[in-house]
């Protein structure tokens, strides 16, 4: 098995020419023959730690936030699913700003399911300490931590950390070469913009498997596309408006830049939004409530238009972003989506503003226990 992947019998395809569009002439190429890949996907799901309400509609405090995203990491494994996901965030409708802190909660009460983060704002944060903090994480779960690096949608950690927004697409480039280099787990000799240089030097701990699996989250940019390929990291897609079928783009761009760059083929992820209930009506009518708050009050802040139901509706149809629903609707689109960008991870983030706890239980109990095994089952 080779990133989540396995190679089948030794059969090949012939070779065949690939042709790059580019605005200004195309360019052929041969690209080699390669093994028949056969994908075996990873199911997951992941939360920023919104702040919910209670039965009453009161606001719950950020600490019992947490202590509830820690028991949602619990029942995730419970219910058979590969993965859970905390992100980051810096403001008060989020209760998680440490996501290690709390996957290390969750490693503590598991044995199985994989713990990462979604995402990791690098930009704002100190390379050498988030590989140590999942480094520790991967040991304390016996092996079990990931995390993807971004730039992030949100900017409150940049003057919260003392960063000028100016220096967004510098600080990236350069904290991410040096994370890169930092995944070698060895003797780091670097020098960049952003930092003094380092000459020799080995960061503890190391893993016990000696790679930290590391995603690069990536929105709508080519280039970050690009970047993820040139260090040879797998790609998350997030995903949170229009046909998921239009990343395909990407996921050919991911695969030319990774043969131009020398690297095998790597895993694509998707992030996407989602809830299941057991109904469609049921699902949108729960769900839509939280979601539209949660969207208008961030809308507010970055002149978005307020958000409507018709629009809603548009995205949680067969053909949009958002995969709300049934049971068997959410497979649906899962394979959909799955099978046309060749994932090998699909997370739904069910963590929707407001929505109340008891309702995400009963979503990821779901999520596990009837969408899972109807996609594996279909994609195997």
Sequence with gaps: MVGGWWLSAPRYERARLVITARPERPVARWRAPVPTLVRVIELGVDTFGDVTVDGEGRAVPHHQVIRDVVEEGVLAEQVGLDFFGVGEHHRDDFSVSAPDVVLTAVAARTERIRLGS????????????????????????????EVTLGRGSFTESFPLFGFDLADYETLFADKLDLFAALLREGPVTWAGTTRPPLEGVTVHPQTASGSLRTWIGVGGSPESVVRAASYGLPLMLAIIGGDPVRF???????????????????PVGVHAPGYVAATDEQARDEYYPHYAAMADRIGR????????????EAEAGPEGAMFVGSPETVTAKIVRAATALGLSRFDLKYSAGTLPH???????ELYGNEVAPAVRGALA
């Design 118 to 145: 979604s995402v990791t704002v690098l930009s704002s944060d100190d390379p050498i300490r988030v590989f140590q903090r999942f480094a520790t994480l991967d040991a304390v779960s016996n092996g079990r931590a």
């Design 248 to 266: 395909k783009p990407f996921v050919e761009l991911f695969e030319d830049a990774l043969a131009e760059h020398g690297h095998a083929m790597l």
């Design 301 to 312: 802040q970055r002149g978005w238009p307020p958000m409507t139901r018709a629009r809603f």
């Design 358 to 364: 008891p309702l995400i239980v009963r979503c990821i």
